[in-house]
């Protein structure tokens, strides 16, 4: 399994914003990753880390807007 980086549960993992995690998950913006649930702030970083969610959780990703 890959190292990750440390990412808070209220905080998407793509561009660093802080998101409403009940607000996510009612819009479907929520993802459960190898057990860990992340959430986003809409649904272009939703879609961007279903591609590849490595990128973003790896160890020197810097989350950019
Ligand atoms: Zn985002």
């Known amino acids: 399994?890959?190292?990750h980086r440390v990412i808070a549960p209220h905080e998407d993992p793509v561009c660093g914003m802080t998101v409403n995690i009940a607000e996510?998950?009612?819009k479907g913006l929520a993802k459960t990753y190898e057990g860990r649930e992340h959430?986003?702030?809409g649904k272009g970083c939703f879609l961007e880390f279903g591609?590849?969610?490595e990128t973003f959780l790896a160890v020197?990703?810097?989350p950019t807007m």
Do not use: K, L
């Open 24 to 26: 996510a998950r009612a």
């Open 39 to 41: 959430v986003f702030c």
């Open 1 to 3: 399994m890959a190292e």
């Open 60 to 62: 020197g990703f810097t």
């Open 51 to 53: 591609d590849d969610p």
